[in-house]
Each structure stands twice: as C-alpha cells, then as structure tokens.
C-alpha cells in the first residue's frame, strides 16, 4: 500500500494545520520576544542590583549595609511573607491610599467637569490651580499638622492633595474633546443637565478619569511613604523607618520591594481595566 504523500500535503497545506498558520506563528513569536525583553530586563535589573550590594559588601566602609544585596532581602522577604506580617505592614498603607484617592475623585471629577465645560471656570481657575499644582505635596505638612486632629487625617489629606491635580486634569481634558454635537442632539431628545451629565459626560470621559486616577495612584503612592514617617505607627513608611532606627537592613530592602511589588500590581490592574474600557467603547 502506497500514501500519496505530495497529495496529501497539498490537500493540508500548513497554513489549514491548527497552531501552524503564518498568523499564529507571527503573534506567538511576537509574544515569545515580549517575553524575553522583560525577563532580559527584570534579570539585568537583577544583576545591577546584585553587583551593588557585592560592592557594598566587600567595602570595609560599607559592610555594615551588606543587608541590602537581594540574597538577604529576598531571604527577609520570604519570612515576612510566610508569617503574615506583610499584610499587617500594607494593609494601613494601602486604606490610606485608597482614601486619598477617594477624596480626590469625588473632589477633581467634579471639578474636572466643570472647567472642561465651561470656558469661564477655567480662565479662572488656570493660574490658580498650575500654581497649586507644581508646590510639592509634601511641603503642606505642617498645615496638615495643624489642619487635622489625627496623623490618620493628615497623611490622608497629603495623599489627597498629590492625587487631585491629574484626576482633575485629566477629565477637564476629556470633557473637552467630547464632540459638541453629542449635547445638540442630547438637547433635542428633551434631556436636562442631570440626563447630559449620566448619559453624555461621564460614559464619555470614563477611560479618562480612570488614567487620571491611574496617574494619582502612582503619585500618592509616591507621596505615601515619606508621608507615614509622621506619628503613625502603622504602615510602610513607618516599617521602613523602623527597620532603619534597628540597622536591620535587610528588612528594610525587603519593605521597599513589597512597596514596589504593591505599586506596580495597582498599576497593571489599573491599566488593564482602562484597556478593558477602551475596548468595550469601541465594540460598541
């Protein structure tokens, strides 16, 4: 018995076979080589990292800070992870985050809104608030101190301040851009103020306040720890000053990478939900 082999190829051609199309081989190359640049630059990072703490090491001068090299952070971390205590250092840390963000959102949509529509709000507001907007959160401080009864309410407010200008500005940016003919013909299907703002506005500017309020998350996160060196006796900022004061050092790496790893997973959630968005505005 005898296989047709060159017929049976041309009756399959490579491109029929499933996982073997020119498409499929383009798109899953492409994901192979996304996939080798990060790991390429999570390991270089890695070996940066690495090369500075075998030269703090091996400085007579600067042996004391050998806790900072990964081995001893990552060794920290694991212990921090496994007896639970990295949920007890960010889970304050990450209530007055989201506070601060809350704040800002319910004060910087509004806002937003209102200089986005009207020309007037913002001829009055512009220098006021670009000035507001480049004095460093941190420099309010002492007003907070004195402003707020409790260090709660004033690392929440200096979170606050930080994360209102790009939430405000971003959707002041969004209500611009929306096509004024969207609000003619809102108007002639009989809807008010409260209908154009529920119906036209806020769907409208959404993929916009959320990059605003992704843009506020890392500027309050930012914000966050030298924020919490304040009385508190809670919190990342806090943990790292601690382990500073007790020369534990790496203990002190290790809360700066659970700092890091936190910002960064808010951030990928936040700009995936932006993504998620983006295209569920353009399916429909």
């Given amino acids: 018995m005898t296989v047709d082999v060159a017929g049976e190829a041309a009756a399959y051609p490579a491109e029929r076979i499933p996982g073997l199309s020119r498409e499929r081989r383009g798109a899953l190359l492409a994901r192979l080589r996304s996939v080798a640049l990060t790991a390429a630059g999570i390991g270089g990072l890695f070996l940066v990292w690495a090369l500075g703490g075998w030269l703090v090491a091996i400085n007579p001068n600067t042996t004391s800070f050998a806790g900072f090299g990964p081995i001893p952070a990552l060794r920290s971390l694991g212990e921090m992870v496994r007896s639970g205590e ?161 020369l534990e050092y790496d203990r002190l790496a290790a809360i700066v990478l659970i700092v890091g790893l936190i910002g960064f997973t808010l951030d990928v959630l936040l700009q995936r939900l932006i993504s998620r968005l983006s295209w569920l505005r353009q399916d429909h």
């Avoid at 309410?153 to 606050?160: D, K």
């Avoid at 939430?167 to 003619?184: E, Q, Y």
């Fill in 86 to 246: 990295v949920w007890g250092i960010a889970a304050p840390s990450l209530w007055r985050v989201g506070l601060g963000l809350v704040w800002a959102t319910v004060l910087g949509v509004p806002l937003g809104i209102l200089i986005g529509r009207s020309s007037v709000a913002r001829q009055i507001t512009n220098v006021p608030f670009q000035f507001l907007r480049m004095i460093s959160p941190l420099s309010w401080m002492p007003v907070a101190i004195l402003a707020f009864s409790t260090w709660e309410g004033a690392i929440v407010f200096l979170i606050a301040a930080a994360a209102i200008w790009p939430i405000l500005f971003s959707t002041a940016a969004g209500v611009r851009r929306i096509d004024p003919s969207w609000f003619k013909v809102a108007r002639n299907l009989g809807a008010n103020s409260y209908h154009q703002l529920t119906a036209v506005i806020l769907p409208a500017i959404s993929q916009d306040i959320l990059t605003g309020i992704r843009l506020a998350l890392g500027v309050g996160w930012i914000v966050l720890v030298p924020a919490e060196y304040l009385g508190v006796k809670s919190g990342l900022g806090y943990a790292i000053n601690d382990a500073r004061d007790t």
